[in-house]
C-alpha cells in the first residue's frame, strides 16, 4: 500500500485541466504515455509513508486542507529516488488521518537531507552535535552558515576563473558558450551567498573588464 493526499473533496489539482477525483474502491489509471518523466500526466504519485507525504507536501503537491488516503497501487512504477514515487493505476482503499510532524522532526529531516550531499566540516560538526542534541543553541547554527557561505563563496569564485579562463582560451562560438557558463557561476554565486556583494562585482569585472 501507498499514501497520497487529496483536498477535502477528493480530488487531485482541483481547478486545473488534469483535476482528478478519488473515490474509495474506484480504479484511477494515468492518461499519458509512461514514457514520459514522472511530473507528466504519464504518472499518478504516491509516497511510501504517510510521514513522507506531510514532509514532501510543500515542495511538492502543496495540497492544503488535506486529508490523507491509501491506495493499492497497480502497474508499471517509477521513482524519484525515494522521495516520490509514480504508478500507472491506483485505487483508494481507505482515508486516514495525517500524522502530526513537530518542529523538531522537519528540523531534523532537513538536516538528515543536507548531511546527504553537504560534506563542509563545520556544519557536519554543527548538524551531528544538533541531532545528538548537544548544541542547539542559535550561537552555533549562526556560525555553522558563515562557514557554509564561506565555503560556496570559495567555490562560486574558482567556478568563475575556470570561467574567464575558458572565454580567453576560446573563439568565435566557444566564446560566447564560456561567456554563458561564466554568468551561470556568477549567479549561483549571488544565489548561494546572497550577502557576499563583492564577489560577484569581482567576477563580473574579472569576466567583462
Known amino acids: 500500500m501507498?499514501?497520497?493526499?487529496?483536498?477535502?473533496?477528493?480530488k487531485t489539482r482541483a481547478g486545473c485541466s488534469n483535476e482528478t477525483n478519488w473515490r474509495i474502491g474506484q480504479k484511477v489509471e494515468a492518461t499519458g504515455n509512461s514514457n514520459?518523466?514522472?511530473?507528466?500526466?504519464?504518472?499518478?504519485?504516491?509516497?511510501?509513508?504517510?510521514e513522507l507525504v506531510v514532509m514532501m507536501n510543500p515542495?511538492?503537491?502543496?495540497?492544503?486542507?488535506?486529508?490523507?488516503?491509501?491506495?493499492?497501487v497497480e502497474g508499471d512504477s517509477k521513482s524519484d529516488r525515494g522521495l516520490k514515487r509514480g504508478y500507472r493505476a491506483m485505487i483508494p482503499v481507505l482515508f486516514m488521518d495525517c500524522p502530526e510532524i513537530t518542529t523538531?522532526?522537519?528540523?531534523?529531516?532537513?538536516?538528515?537531507?543536507?548531511?546527504?550531499?553537504y560534506t563542509e566540516k563545520s556544519f557536519v560538526q554543527w548538524a551531528k552535535s544538533w541531532l545528538s542534541g548537544k548544541d542547539r543553541s542559535f550561537e552555533?547554527?549562526?556560525?555553522?552558515?558563515?562557514?557554509?557561505?564561506?565555503?560556496?563563496?570559495?567555490?562560486?569564485?574558482?567556478?568563475?576563473?575556470?570561467?574567464?579562463?575558458?572565454?580567453?582560451?576560446?573563439?568565435?562560438?566557444?566564446?560566447?558558450?564560456?561567456?554563458?557558463a561564466a554568468d551561470a557561476a556568477v549567479y549561483a554565486a549571488r544565489a548561494?551567498?546572497?550577502?557576499?556583494?563583492?564577489?560577484?562585482?569581482t567576477a563580473d569585472r574579472a569576466i567583462y573588464g
Open 140 to 180: 552555533a547554527a549562526d556560525a555553522a552558515a558563515d562557514a557554509a557561505a564561506d565555503a560556496a563563496v570559495y567555490a562560486a569564485r574558482a567556478a568563475v576563473y575556470a570561467a574567464r579562463a575558458a572565454v580567453y582560451a576560446a573563439a568565435d562560438a566557444a566564446v560566447y558558450a564560456a561567456r554563458a
Open 59 to 72: 515542495i511538492h503537491a502543496r495540497v492544503e486542507e488535506s486529508r490523507m488516503i491509501v491506495v493499492k
Open 2 to 10: 501507498k499514501y497520497k493526499l487529496v483536498t477535502r473533496d477528493c
Open 104 to 117: 523538531e522532526q522537519r528540523v531534523k529531516f532537513g538536516i538528515l537531507c543536507a548531511l546527504k550531499v
Open 192 to 201: 548561494a551567498v546572497y550577502d557576499s556583494l563583492d564577489l560577484v562585482i
Open 36 to 50: 514520459q518523466d514522472l511530473c507528466s500526466d504519464g504518472w499518478l504519485h504516491c509516497y511510501d509513508s504517510p
